[in-house]
């Protein structure tokens, strides 16, 4: 059994900042690859950030320059460091962990979300 839990969501201003985390739980040797995505309403699910075990980085569009992706891999932890944020990246944020490697196999898992409300 593999489980991510996100924490850090919350309100904010429009500039302000926020700093989400993810953690990984379970029998797990090793993840390729974890990674934030983000929901907005009425939007399809899309990705902000990921990043490789090997810290190679890769950033939509809309986050870069002012989003930074890190990760602990002797924790099994991904952060998301969110700075300057704008009203349009109001969403729900999702963890998500591609390359598992378990006892028993390869595994993609998914997070239950965290919501980030960025108003005035």
């Known amino acids: 059994q593999v489980q991510l839990v996100e924490s850090g969501g919350g309100l904010v201003q429009p500039g302000g900042s926020l700093r989400l985390s993810c953690a990984a739980s379970?029998?797990?040797?090793?993840?390729?690859?974890m990674g934030w995505y983000r929901q907005a309403p009425g939007k399809e699910r899309e990705l902000v950030a990921h990043?490789?075990?090997?810290?190679?980085?890769n950033y939509a569009d809309s986050a870069k320059g002012r989003f930074t992706i890190s990760r602990d891999n002797a924790n099994n932890m991904v952060f998301l460091q969110m700075n300057s944020l704008k009203p349009e990246d109001t969403a729900v944020y999702y963890c998500?962990?591609?390359?598992?490697?378990?006892?028993?196999?390869?595994?993609?898992?998914w997070g239950q979300g965290t919501l980030v409300t960025v108003s005035s």
């Open positions: 990043i490789t075990s090997a810290r190679f980085t």
């Open positions: 379970g029998s797990i040797f090793s993840i390729y690859v």
């Open positions: 998500n962990a591609a390359g598992v490697r378990t006892a028993i196999g390869i595994l993609e898992v």
